[in-house]
């Protein structure tokens, strides 16, 4: 469907509504490479805090990317 002119209202208003949804935990660790649920409880085994789920996450190394450079350094 193309836009009219007189759909410029309603084109405004919908931008004005859209908004990004933030990734959940478990999203976060699937893109890391890392099993489901690997960041959910501590060492003693209590949950953990989403906060510290995606602290886990932001400053951990994507498993696959790792795994890449590693393969490629070794085939120089």
């Known amino acids: 469907n193309t836009l009219t002119s007189g759909d410029r209202h309603a084109v405004a208003q919908e931008e004005q509504t859209m908004a990004v949804r933030r990734l959940t ?11 489901d649920d690997h960041t959910r409880y501590k060492a003693d085994g209590t949950a953990q ?12 190394v994507a498993s696959p990317v790792a795994q890449c450079i590693a393969k490629h350094i070794l085939n120089i």
């Not at 478990?26 to 490479?33: V, Y």
């Not at 805090?49 to 951990?60: E, I, L, P, Q, T």
Request: glycine share 14%.
């Open 25 to 35: 935990p478990l999203e976060c660790e699937r893109l890391m490479g890392w099993p």
């Open 49 to 60: 805090a989403d906060s510290h789920r995606y602290r886990h996450c932001g400053n951990g």
